[in-house]
């Protein structure tokens, strides 16, 4: 079946530095969601990727999809203490009907 | 208005008792869903509606019985649980069953 993974499982950083998740599938994907879960809360919707090769940006965040849209990163730059939380990836394999969640980067930054 | 709300924030209850957990959005979405999530751990999906239907059951044990209401509404029942069932339980919706999730805050649930 469907895996998604995601390296580094932790990541502490100094506030400024930068910081980058890699989310990797086993299979092609439809689309890949990214979502950040804050300490207590619940994961809320960062964007979506749908097109190979695919870079959007938010602010300090950019958002790429590979070419064989089988993988993704989300790369923070200059870090705040605001970005802590767990960054997921999701995605949609194309002969699935439900999205899959990988297990997560737990981001801290330290002040 | 993007807002999941769920009820309650926290339960407890006993091995023995019946409680459910409610869900509430107003965006029009037509997928709803159930997640289980434990700490340190991804978001587990349990069941999907997709207009007003149960589209996906992952396996999930008897115990936990999901009901759509109406568009608007999802319910999860609870029964018999055992202590391994406490978690934190997520619902979200979504405009269909490919695009973005909008997650309530959750039902974190204790059982005795």
């Known amino acids: 079946g469907q895996q998604v993974m995601q390296i580094p499982q932790y990541q502490h950083v100094q506030e400024g530095e930068d910081f980058t998740t890699y989310c990797n599938s086993s299979?092609?994907?439809?689309?890949i969601q990214w979502y950040k879960q804050r300490p207590g809360g619940h994961p809320v919707f960062l964007i979506q990727?749908?097109?190979?090769?695919e870079v959007k940006k938010q602010k300090r965040l950019t958002f790429q999809f590979g070419e064989a849209k089988k993988n993704s990163s989300l790369h923070i730059t200059a870090t705040q203490t605001t970005d802590v939380g767990t960054y997921f990836c999701a995605g949609l394999e194309t002969s699935y009907d439900k999205v899959i969640f990988g297990p997560g980067t737990s981001l801290s930054v330290i002040p | 208005d993007t807002e999941v709300t769920q009820t309650p924030k926290h339960l407890v209850m006993g091995m023995t008792n019946k409680k459910s957990l409610k869900c509430e959005q107003h965006m029009g979405h037509r997928a709803m869903y159930w997640y289980k999530q434990k700490a340190k751990k991804p978001p587990e999906l349990m069941f999907v509606?997709?207009?007003?239907?149960?589209?996906i059951n992952e396996s999930v044990p008897s115990r936990f019985s999901p009901e759509c209401p109406n568009s608007s509404l999802l319910n999860l029942h609870l029964h018999a649980l055992q202590p391994e069932d406490s978690a934190l339980y997520l619902c979200a919706s979504s405009q269909d069953g490919l695009s973005e999730q909008y997650f309530g805050p959750g039902t974190r649930l204790t059982v005795t």
């Open positions: 509606y997709s207009y007003e239907k149960l589209s």
């Open positions: 990727l749908v097109k190979s090769g």
């Open positions: 299979t092609t994907l439809s689309n």
